[in-house]
């Protein structure tokens, strides 16, 4: 699986539909062997890019290269395979007859046994696609997507409908295969997802890529910290008037201070109010999605 070109090079990608600019000019290289997380609220791009990086759809400006070539041609080798949220199965036949047949397309698969254990789904392999779960129908993707032994994976939100457990199992076969070399790029609503199983995280805000690097880079971007504490009747709007304060949030008997001075806001807690069971933690990368993503950068 190793390669002398860059898996993805996206330079100057674009897409509109109507009036609205669904990707704006944007630029991205993904390199061999990475697990890239592409995050981004509803309605930020993340579907179109993917739809033009798997050539479903062409972009109005810009190109797409995929392993040294086009999309369409990695596609034809087998070189790239997704797992999309919906659609592409025939729900009368077997969950094993599916993989089966898929096979046929390729001129080199793995066995279908194989790809079948990887995706957790050998103990169903008799059972009938209409009637498996959510979960188990996006896992059947996944096992589809193993086939070709692709260089290249594109997930779109790829564990919808799994339980927990379904969903730590499915990352963590991903995991073994990236380990080989293989990359991955995903796209997921889950952010514990992409804090625990990707090397890179890249935002996307209204087209446009917004931040870039690991997860604790990203995270580092979100500055300040939270102070937790207990205080029942937590006087909130005079909270939110203390020197620092960025926002206070009220849950139950606990309250939430996100600040940029948290030392001083713990010492206001414990010396002024009743509040007890303090403590001050970094912000996740849910804060730094939020950040990131509902601000305008630089405005």
Not at 20 to 49: I, R, S
Not at 79 to 84: F, G, K, Q, S, T
Not at 224 to 245: K, N
């Amino acid at each position: 699986m190793t390669s002398t070109h860059p898996a993805v090079e996206l330079n100057g990608l674009t897409k509109t539909f109507g009036t609205v600019t669904a990707v704006d000019g944007l630029n991205l290289v993904v390199q061999p062997g990475e697990v890239v997380a592409f995050l981004g609220p509803n309605g930020a791009g993340k579907t179109t890019t993917i739809d033009m990086l798997l050539g479903l759809a062409r972009p109005d400006a810009g190109t797409v290269r995929v392993l040294g070539g086009t999309a369409d041609e990695a596609v034809a080798r087998g070189r790239i395979a997704a797992v999309l949220q919906t659609g592409g199965l025939l729900k009368d036949l077997t969950v094993g007859e599916t993989v089966r047949m898929t096979a046929h397309f390729y001129r080199h698969t793995r066995p279908a046994a194989e790809v079948l254990e990887r995706a957790g789904i050998a103990d169903i392999a008799d059972r009938i696609v209409g009637r498996c779960s959510g979960g188990q129908q996006q896992r059947l993707r996944f096992a589809l997507a193993l086939l070709p032994d692709p260089d290249l994976m594109v997930l779109d939100e790829p564990t919808t409908g799994m339980d927990v457990e379904g969903r730590r199992d499915f990352w963590q076969a991903l995991r073994r295969d990236a380990r080989d070399g293989r990359t991955v790029i995903f796209a997921t609503h889950y952010l514990d997802e992409a804090d625990a199983y990707a090397d890179r995280i890249v935002l996307v805000r209204q087209g446009r890529i917004v931040a870039d690097g690991t997860t604790a880079e990203i995270k580092n971007l979100a500055a300040g910290r939270t102070v937790r504490a207990t205080l029942p009747g937590a006087d909130q709007a005079a909270l939110a008037a203390l020197p620092g304060v960025d926002a206070v949030e009220v849950r139950g008997d606990s309250v939430l201070v996100r600040t940029g001075d948290s030392d001083a806001i713990a010492r206001h807690l414990l010396t002024r109010t009743a509040a007890r069971d303090v403590e001050i933690t970094s912000r996740n990368l849910e804060d730094a999605f939020l950040a990131l993503t509902t601000e305008r950068i630089g405005a």
